[in-house]
């Protein structure tokens, strides 16, 4: 049997081809990864998707090749996870994102970015321990990362660690003075221990820095209401409401103010969106407690009864923006 002999010219020619297939994919995948963010920034995200899907695919088909395309290839990949990411998150679709994030983080464990969003994703379906682990891990790998202090800040908020989440959120405004969300977060560990007047300070100057935060509008509205100050409480839950109608905090809110007002019919219609969106003990027991003062007591009783299965929610909310 006669040794095969190698053709070299052949080979070169054959890996030149394979680079330049590469190399066509590869600008393929920068130019669908590239239309996905500028329809991200119109906020087309389903469009944006649809891209970032087609940019996975053509990088995941070239990480199938040699080890010096996969590492051009991985770090590339683990970004536009991450954008895709963002796209579900904004969707409310966190365990998809929280799946890509995943994948992103086995591709690059440097990127801060992925771990910040995990930890918010993690946070959004109530995974508190593992949205504190890859926040901190975050801040760990990016002390300089402001959003990293501002997110891990707003867990440790939730876990009712208000000295920590305080300490989080200084240190987030001193690394970004123009963080919004930031200021809007310190607001909201102002409003929890009764420090009302520097909470309003940090709700106004949020939405004087970003106008349209639906969360500062809310926690505002509640302080405005608290006060007494009716009519502006009420444009800053519709402005909310406006901006994002899938917040059932803000519904409640509302309809706690309508019953202030007296308006029992339209507070009845904020309670039931409000359940609708996500139910909770303090619509069910206050939706109940207008159904009693209109004799509709039957109704109320079954809304008390609901309100009891949920005791562990809260009378009402301070909202957090992602």
């Not at 070169?12 to 963010?37: N, P």
């Not at 989080?168 to 123009?178: A, G």
């Not at 899938?246 to 019919?265: D, F, I, M, S, Y």
Request: glycine fraction near 6%; include cysteine; proline fraction near 3%.
């Amino acid at each position: 049997m006669q040794p095969i002999k190698l053709n070299y010219c052949f080979l070169l020619a054959l890996t030149a081809c394979t680079l330049t297939v590469a190399a066509q994919s590869l600008r393929s995948a920068e130019d669908y990864f590239h239309r996905g963010v500028r329809y991200a920034d119109k906020g087309e995200a389903d469009k944006a998707i649809d891209d970032f899907d087609k940019a996975i695919e053509l990088l995941t088909d070239l990480g199938a090749g040699p080890n010096s395309t996969i590492r051009i290839v991985e770090p590339r990949t683990a970004t536009v996870l991450s954008n895709r990411a963002s796209m579900r998150m904004q969707k409310k679709e966190y365990e998809a994102a929280i799946s890509d994030l995943s994948r992103g983080l086995r591709l690059n464990p440097r990127l801060v970015e992925l771990w910040i969003n995990r930890g918010v994703a993690r946070r959004e379906t109530g995974d508190l321990p593992n949205a504190y682990l890859d926040l901190n891990k975050a801040v760990v790998l990016a002390p300089q990362h402001a959003k990293a202090w501002l997110n891990r800040g707003v867990v440790n908020f939730e876990y009712q660690n208000y000295l920590a989440a305080y300490f989080d959120i200084q240190q987030s405004i001193q690394l970004d003075k123009e963080l919004a969300n930031a200021l809007n977060a310190r607001g909201a560990i102002l409003h929890t221990i009764r420090r009302f007047d520097e909470a309003l300070a940090d709700y106004s100057q949020c939405l004087k820095l970003d106008p349209q935060n639906h969360a500062a509008l809310n926690n505002r509205g509640s302080i405005r209401k608290m006060r007494g100050e009716l009519e502006a409480a009420l444009e800053d839950y519709n402005k909310s409401i406006a901006l994002d109608p899938q917040r059932a905090g803000t519904w409640c809110n509302r309809a706690n103010l309508r019953v202030t007002q007296g308006k029992l019919e339209e507070a009845i219609a904020d309670y039931n969106e409000s359940i609708r969106l996500e139910p909770s003990a303090a619509a069910y027991n206050n939706r109940g407690l207008v159904r009693w003062k209109m004799g509709l007591r039957q109704e109320a009783e079954q809304d008390f009864a609901e309100g009891r299965k949920l005791q562990t929610e809260k009378a009402g909310w301070v909202s957090f923006k992602q």
